[in-house]
């Protein structure tokens, strides 16, 4: 019991330091939403299909299941931490990649990972329609 309850109490007081830097600052989400439009722009010309508008969680549609899961695949062997999700998680035809945009991440580690998805497309024979992340619902 003692030690679930001093996990429990550490876990609060780490609650309460992230609340604290969000309050004292609001550079954190000045910067992942500088980090989301920069990386979801660049994707986009890249000819990545991006889904929603403005979140740093960012899905790239692949649509097809088969080929989200070896994409996901080579992206991760290629140094990009990715998750690809298909049915049961999301309708048929709608499978896609999922990243998620940090505030830690340097611009240099946004140009990797958009370089990669490239190379990997490319690799791949991918053609994917070009569209503004705005487009795609």
Known sequence: VYQALWALLKIGLDHLKVFELLESSTGLADRVKENTAYFREAMARTGFRIAGADHPITPIMLDDAALASRFADAILDNGVCVIGFSIPVVPQGKARILLQISPAHTRE????????????????????AKAKPSQIK
Request: proline share 0%.
């Open 109 to 128: 580690d946004l140009e990797f990972a958009i370089a990669k998805f490239g190379e990997v497309k490319f690799e791949m024979k991918i053609s994917t």
